[in-house]
């Protein structure tokens, strides 16, 4: 969905004509599994951002086009919220101080996006769902401006035949519907993309299924949603239920959801296509002119355009993608599963642990994922999500164990074997995997600090409860800025009013 699309409706015969140009595709992509088409001499990474917008009042921003205006770098997108935006670094690999310098440069996009942001009244925040969002945000008038997520938007809700029901039960209680997608754009993420080779996917995607959960229960940072403190991880329940096609009497007959943990470990990248043609019908039917096969014929390396555009609008936690730059095909896992924040630090330790740990199982002789079944690692995500860094999760030889002792005990010496084999430097493991050790032991995630800090404006003071998020947002962004962890940060007791 990162490219335009023109605002159009879709006869019966686009979408039959598309049916068939998307197989075509798939045939194309299995003859080039099967051939030297995949060069894979120097694996790459990258980090996509998703941001917020906020006003002086740490309110939502519904500004932006003119923030992009005003930050005039191509690295910075339009998301599907007008209060959204989104920053893709450029891709390198991780060896030597190569974490360090994904963090600098994250840093200095953000620093420099923040100054020219200001001048529009705007502030930028990373988080995984805005805490000051209201009711009156989530419409039809908050999309961004790109006809591409009208067209989204229309293609959904007719798939759905009806509104969008939010219903999450957490530590408070939410029900909501809406007439839009618009509140799948409170869920704002990171993603982290892995480039790997066709022979490598299938351990890599399994591995990053498996630790799914571990990384939801260390990385929480999105526990309120419409002023109601919800799950740790509220943007999981959200972003499944937002984006949902189908109706109730389609979720009964076992129709798969287009927010996807998906049902199997893999064998080949080609198996999860496959079920992307087979069991989802076309959102946005638009056809290419490319004949993939004839381009094969000709020597060439085929876009195929639909395969792509069809795998952008199923929204697997991990995610396949093709992609050819340079004349090149290539292949990533894009892990999905994590939301943005607190900080550019946080967010690096993050990608290490993933990086890291993906690298150590994948390469394993006895892989994780033949000693587990995948309806268990379905259920640590989502256990993860509900109870955060507090979950106690399954891990095969130790049974189910609170995710503090495994990440402590198993998994963090696997994730420094793991960076080490990236050849990541002894400094930089040290660096960024303490960051997550620290959150282990301290107990402390960008949800919980949101939660205590909410907490002690609310419980202790006669702030209603927008103005105690709202003062909470307040000291979130200020520690953000400083780049300290999270686990870092402050944890006053007691406030006043007047705070």
């Given amino acids: 969905m990162g490219e335009d699309v023109e605002q159009r ?3 019966r015969a686009d979408r039959t004509r598309y049916r068939v140009r998307v197989r075509r595709c798939l045939d194309a992509f299995a003859r080039m599994l099967q051939g030297p088409y995949f060069t894979f001499d120097r694996p790459l990474t990258g980090v996509e951002i998703e941001l917020n917008l906020v006003d002086a009042a740490d309110e939502p921003a519904m500004c932006n086009n003119r923030v992009l ?3 005039a770098n191509p690295a910075f997108q339009t998301e599907l919220g007008q209060w959204n935006l989104e920053v893709n670094m450029a891709p390198r690999q991780l060896a030597g101080r190569g974490t360090g310098a994904f963090e600098r440069d994250v840093r200095a996009s953000l620093n ?8 529009v009244g705007a502030h930028l925040i990373m988080i995984g769902i805005l805490p000051t969002l209201r009711a009156e945000h989530l419409t039809g008038a908050a999309l961004s401006g790109n006809p591409r997520y009208g067209l989204l938007n229309q293609q959904i809700l007719t798939a759905r035949g009806e509104d969008v029901q939010i219903a999450i039960e957490g530590t408070e209680r939410l029900q909501a519907t809406s007439d839009t997608i618009v509140p799948e754009a409170a869920c704002t993420s990171t993603q982290f993309h892995l ?3 066709p022979a490598r996917f299938p351990a890599f995607w399994n591995a990053a299924q498996a630790i799914a959960g571990v990384q939801v229960a260390v990385g929480a940072n999105a526990p309120f949603l419409l002023g109601k403190q919800l799950w740790q991880e509220t943007r999981v329940a959200l972003f499944e239920q937002a984006t949902d096609t189908r109706s109730e009497e389609l979720k009964a007959q076992g129709v798969r959801p287009r927010v996807w943990f998906g049902e199997r470990w893999i064998t080949s990248i080609f198996d999860l296509f496959e079920e992307n043609v087979r069991y989802f019908s076309a ?9 993939p096969m004839e381009v094969l014929d000709r020597g060439d390396i085929p876009e195929l355009a639909e395969l792509r555009l069809h795998n952008g609008t199923i929204y697997r936690w991990n995610r396949p993608v093709y992609a050819v730059v340079r004349d090149r095909p290539h292949l990533r896992v894009e892990n999905r599963v994590l939301p943005a924040g607190p900080t550019v630090a946080d967010t690096l330790a993050n990608g290490a642990f993933y ?4 690298r150590a199982l994948a390469d394993d002789d006895r892989p994780v994922w033949t000693e587990m079944s995948f309806g268990v690692a379905q259920e640590n995500f989502h256990a993860a999500a509900r109870r955060g860094i507090d979950t106690s999760l399954y ?4 049974g189910t164990v609170p995710v503090r002792e495994l990440i402590l005990r198993r998994l963090l010496p696997l994730a420094d074997e793991g960076l080490r084999r990236w050849d990541v430097e002894s400094a930089e493991r040290d660096r960024l995997l303490g960051i997550v050790e620290q959150r282990c032991l301290t107990g402390v995630t960008g949800a919980g600090w949101q939660i205590r800090e909410f907490h002690r404006l609310y419980d202790t003071t006669s702030l209603s409860r927008r103005e105690a998020l709202r003062r909470m947002v307040r000291e979130y962004r200020t520690h953000m800025h400083t780049n300290e962890p999270v686990h870092t940060w402050p944890q006053r007791r007691g406030a006043s009013a007047d705070t």
């Fill in 9 to 11: 409706t879709f006869t």
């Fill in 69 to 71: 205006e005003a930050i």
């Fill in 112 to 119: 420099a996006a923040e100054t020219k942001a200001q001048a």
């Fill in 195 to 197: 480039q790997v080779s």
């Fill in 283 to 291: 959102l946005l039917p638009i056809c290419s002119e490319e004949d």
């Fill in 355 to 358: 990086f890291g740990l993906v």
């Fill in 395 to 398: 891990w095969p030889g130790v």
